[in-house]
């Protein structure tokens, strides 16, 4: 699903907002399994995406306290950047105040991580459509802010909300799903994969 330079330059750049908030700061770490507890709260609390929708932009334009948890969710994810990440390296370069805001929108939710449920196969349960605003709106205003200044975004593609969430799900629901399902599977099992592809990319460019 790639388009113009522009399109691409934005949905690299949210994949990367994406693996942020879900705290994957390289290729080897798979999405973390939702509790039924974790979808019980947000399926009582929606009845639909437009409540969804208002929730997260009231809490955008009203929430502006300091929430601790957001500060420790940041240092957990800079904890395990990896040095041999590019991955990690572009995390690295997103400026700190704009990524513990969107870890502080998060928080205000009541959600003690961002963790979609990829393996509902429900992209429209108000429990995935409550993260998926949160991810698409915190991220338009981290690329508003610079944050993604180093990827070459343009903020008219940013802005095109059709666009911006094509690009989430298929990101979400189908590659991170996928890692999600072979390390259910098999623990490990994503490691392995990328480390047998790296080798073969390493022989063909010998």
Not at 109 to 126: I, K, N, T, Y
Not at 128 to 148: D, P, S
Request: hydrophobic share 40%.
């Amino acid at each position: 699903m790639r388009g113009t330079h522009f399109e691409i330059f934005a949905q690299d750049a949210l994949e990367l907002h994406i693996r942020a908030l879900w705290c994957l700061p390289h290729q080897n770490v798979s999405p973390p399994s939702v509790t039924e507890d974790d979808r019980k709260a947000y399926a009582s609390r929606f009845t639909s995406e437009d409540q969804v929708r208002t929730s997260v932009h009231n809490s955008l334009n009203n929430n502006a306290g300091h929430i601790a948890a957001a500060a420790d969710r940041l240092t957990s994810l800079k904890s395990i950047f990896s040095p041999n990440s590019k991955i990690s390296a572009n995390l690295a370069r997103i400026p700190e105040p704009l990524l513990l805001y969107a870890f502080r929108v998060i928080a205000t939710f009541g959600l003690p991580r961002w963790a979609p449920d990829v393996l509902s196969q429900d992209p429209d349960s108000m429990y995935n459509l409550l993260h998926e605003y949160i991810a698409l709106n915190t991220f338009e205003q981290v690329a508003a802010g610079h944050g993604y200044l180093h990827m070459g975004i343009n903020l008219a593609v940013v802005r095109d909300f059709a666009l911006m969430r094509k690009f989430y799900r298929n990101f979400v629901f189908s590659y991170l799903r996928n890692l999600a399902k072979m390390e259910a599977k098999r623990p490990g099992a994503v490691e392995m994969s990328h480390e047998r592809e790296n080798v073969v990319k390493r022989r063909n460019e010998a």
